[in-house]
């Protein structure tokens, strides 16, 4: 007979792992609502620049669309929070998580705070982008924290590619912002243009890292991209803001063809990152139909064992011959006779179909070891910036070249200093 403890356990990992995947298809869908926020944000951002280094002769119009698509994006995640409100679906980063969604959401909800600062000129244009940085940290932050407990190969580098490009995207739309001050007001000293290559230096690595992970089409969409005019358009002024002399500034047309050209890019790498997020999605929901129907192939497989195991017979009758019932060697003899070929095949097949679960599971591990990685040592230099930021008053920027200045002089990578660091805000009972 099978053992049905064996076969209850086998059914109980295939509806875990299929209700793990369902539940990376959510996650998913969640980062992809965080992404439309975080893209129309970015384009506020933009507006905001260059409304405010023109004393809001700029730019009026487009502001005020590009604030109507941010709470058009908002709708569709504020309905998933609710949603999810009343089922709140507990990992092991969940808690981490929902607490990065607050903060993400109490920043949505003083956008009309912040609006109207914009609106009566009473943030410099700096102030504007900062801000701004703040809130999209947090979503960005929010959505690392949903790619935590991902552990299918295909999904957790497909994420790791999305999250990175994200990551550069956003580093790509503050350089935009930069440039536009520079551009306008002029690079006086050195902060402007230190920002401004801290951006450019930061993106390679973000995007080095979406190489990594990317398949093969995204990877020649990306090629194609990095090979465009385009892209060089933006590198030739680059070079200029990185060159000109300090001051004065260029002026509004100048910042205008800045902000146009690295808005053609930054519309590019928004193309790629929809292609992205397809991607991820079409993994995942490609994954559950899999695991679905290798666990229908699986009950079939076990039903018919079962099927095939002998019926319990009778202990004065056994094929077809009467036995006596004194005499149970016999008996057991002819019993064993019959089933023995029978039942360690019965064994063999319910043991082939435990190897292969278990052959799969650990190939799967092999696989997710590097994602994990990578997906890991950005996070702990986000929670490490985001230590300093708090507990040192620092600026985003300010917080990653400190991390940086720290790994170059104690010879150590940025992810071992980051780590470190946030160990010890651990040891001081600090929160984030």
């Excluded at 502001?63 to 698509?69: A, G, I, S, W």
């Excluded at 090979?227 to 680059?238: F, H, I, K, M, Q």
């Excluded at 928004?270 to 991607?279: F, G, H, S, V």
Aim: aromatic share 4%; proline share 3%.
């Amino acid at each position: 007979m099978l053992n049905t403890d064996i076969v209850h356990l086998l059914k109980q990992s295939r509806e875990c792992e299929i209700q793990s995947l369902r539940h990376l298809l959510a996650t998913s869908r969640m980062i992809g609502l965080l992404r439309g926020i975080i893209h129309a944000l970015q384009r506020e951002r933009g507006a905001t620049s260059f409304f405010l280094v023109t004393d809001g002769a700029m730019y009026v119009n487009r502001l005020q669309r590009y604030r109507q698509e941010v709470e058009q994006a908002a709708l569709p995640f504020r309905e998933r929070l609710t949603q999810s409100a009343s089922a709140v679906e507990c990992h092991p980063s969940s808690s981490q998580l929902y607490a990065l969604l607050a903060l993400a959401v109490h920043g949505l909800s003083h956008l009309p705070e912040l609006r109207s600062q914009v609106d009566e000129q009473q943030l410099d244009a700096p102030q504007a982008m900062a801000s701004f940085n703040e809130l999209i940290r947090h979503m960005l932050a929010a959505a690392f924290e949903a790619a935590a407990p991902v552990a299918k190969p295909g999904i957790t580098g497909a994420l790791v590619a999305l999250l990175n490009f994200m990551q550069g995207k956003e580093l790509a739309g503050q350089e935009r912002a930069i440039g536009v001050i520079g551009f306008s007001r002029g690079w006086a000293g050195s902060e402007l243009r230190t920002a401004l290559v801290n951006r450019i230096d930061a993106q390679e690595r973000c995007f080095q890292l979406f190489t990594e992970f990317a398949d093969g089409d995204s990877l020649a969409a990306w090629q194609a991209l990095i090979s465009s005019g385009v892209t060089a358009e933006l590198e030739r002024s680059r070079r200029m803001a990185l060159t000109m002399h300090s001051e004065p500034g260029a002026g509004t047309e100048m910042a205008q063809l800045w902000f146009d050209q690295a808005t053609q890019r930054i519309d590019a790498l928004k193309a790629l990152e929809d292609r992205l997020e397809q991607q991820l999605l079409d993994v995942c929901d490609q994954q559950v139909q899999i695991a679905e129907s290798e666990w229908v192939d699986d009950e079939a497989r076990i039903a018919e064992l079962a099927g095939s195991c002998p019926v319990a017979v009778p202990q004065g009758v056994l094929l077809g011959r009467p036995v006596d019932a004194s005499a149970p060697d016999v008996l057991l003899e002819l019993a064993q006779e019959q089933v023995e070929g029978r039942s360690v095949y019965l064994g063999r097949a319910l043991l082939d179909l435990l190897q292969t679960q278990s052959r799969r599971l650990h190939n799967i591990e092999d696989e997710l070891r590097s994602a994990r990685e990578a997906l890991e040592e950005r996070k702990l230099v986000e929670k490490a910036k985001a230590v300093l930021i708090k507990h040192r008053a620092m600026s985003e920027e300010e917080a990653y070249r400190a991390l940086r200045k720290m790994a170059m002089n104690q010879g150590k990578r940025l992810v071992e200093v980051a780590s470190a660091t946030v160990a010890m805000a651990d040891i001081l009972g600090a929160q984030f």
